[in-house]
């Protein structure tokens, strides 16, 4: 079987474009102006935090799904079980990561310049934990199957 043709790959491939478009509008999101305007601001960090989610959950689907690929990987390369159980621990990470974000947009604004530090701090954090994820998905599969995973575009 030709990997670099899989379904399994090629689901995980859109998916992992959709992640990082979703990443960028969020770190614009983030990065725009909030003084005197953060309940505008956060409104605008909500709806990417949406897209993030959204995208973050069908990476989950493809990936640790029936068919996905961490179900081909172990088929294929038993010995990166080490690095598929890293993977699948890092979903649950995130999925708190991305709920602490949640957590700060609902928090009552008593001080606007707080609560708005406090969400691009959770707001970034999670951005490193799904950028880290990425690039050990891309060595997962690049070690499996010697193909660059891409999905950049």
Known sequence: MDHSESDALEAVRARRGDLHRALLDLEEALAAAARLRAQAWADSVR???VQVRDSFTAHIDVTEGAGGLYQEVLAQAPRLSGAVNRLQHEHAEIAGALDEVDSRLN???SDADAWV???RDAAITLMG???RHRQRGA???YEAYDVEIG???
């Open 47 to 49: 709806a990417t935090l």
């Open 107 to 109: 928090e009552p604004m």
């Open 117 to 119: 530090e406090a969400i």
């Open 129 to 131: 934990l799904l950028v």
């Open 139 to 141: 060595d997962l599969v």
């Open 151 to 153: 999905g950049e575009t």
